[in-house]
């Protein structure tokens, strides 16, 4: 399992804080940093999923993949527009305000946080589920419950933002279908902002479950050689033991008493 330092999930926090200083201006990044000053204490334990397997289900794991996401959205949206795509019906504000709160929902309500520890062990030792939805939560699909949290602080979003936050996800949410399986021009797309945010979420996504893969690698390898040491050093003490008891033998032979 990713772990992050006390230091690290500081140090995110620090960078996404700066990232809406950065980016934002006027009445828009004051209220963004009201929003993220309200939820700071939860949102910077929070984790990115419920499952080991998933990405960054550890504590800190929401910031990191939001942190992630962003870099990858600027990077991919650089791919489009250097081969030739429109990119001028949107702003890269736009782009990294839907990145930064496209899982906005994951982290609860106002109150209430979203993924809470799993109380059954056998759950967490035998298939990973460390975290679990808040069954008190009313539900409501990540996007959704984010565009709902949005409201609350009064943050205005434009429509590319709002298109671009419901549909990062593709069609791994099925409302999503009607807006990417549109086969008459009239109701394709009219940016590709958010066929970029979807790429950049699967390149995180993935690339996060491949730390996660690496790391358990590691772990692997260090049970493997652990294993080994103790099987060396029981041979090396058996072995030691046989010819010290070979030494006995030998000595007895050669000056022990005769009769």
Avoid at 19 to 47: N, W
Avoid at 92 to 119: C, R, S, T, W
Avoid at 139 to 167: A, C, H, S, V, Y
Wanted: hydrophobic share 35%; charged share 30%; with cysteine.
């Amino acid at each position: 399992m990713i772990t992050f330092t006390p230091e690290q999930i500081q140090d995110n926090w620090n960078k996404l804080i700066k990232l809406i200083e950065d980016t934002f201006d006027g009445d828009r990044k004051d209220k963004l940093l009201k929003m993220y000053k309200h939820f700071e204490d939860r949102m910077c334990v929070a984790p990115a999923s419920g499952q080991e397997h998933f990405h960054l289900c550890t504590p800190g794991g929401y910031v990191q993949h939001i942190l992630n996401i962003v870099h990858y959205s600027k990077e991919f949206y650089k791919i489009w527009k250097d081969n030739g795509a429109i990119v001028d019906n949107y702003t890269e504000e736009e782009l990294i305000f839907a990145a930064m709160h496209h899982d906005l929902g994951k982290v609860g309500d106002l109150e209430q946080d979203h993924y809470i520890p799993n109380p059954s062990d056998w759950h967490v030792k035998n298939q990973g589920k460390y975290f679990i939805n808040n069954p008190e939560l009313q539900f409501m699909t990540p996007p959704d419950r984010g565009i709902w949290i949005l409201n609350q602080f009064d943050i205005k979003i434009t429509m590319n933002e709002m298109i671009g936050i419901k549909l990062t996800d593709g069609m791994y949410d099925e409302g999503n279908i009607q807006y990417l399986k549109a086969y008459a021009p009239e109701k394709k797309l009219k940016t590709n902002m958010p066929h970029i945010l979807h790429q950049a979420d699967m390149a995180t996504t993935r690339i996060e479950y491949e730390m996660w893969i690496k790391e358990e690698q590691q772990e692997e390898f260090k049970v493997q050689k652990n294993v080994e040491n103790i099987k060396n050093a029981v041979t090396m003490k058996e072995t030691s033991e046989q010819l010290s008891q070979k030494s006995k033998d030998l000595f007895n032979e050669l000056f022990g008493d005769k009769e």
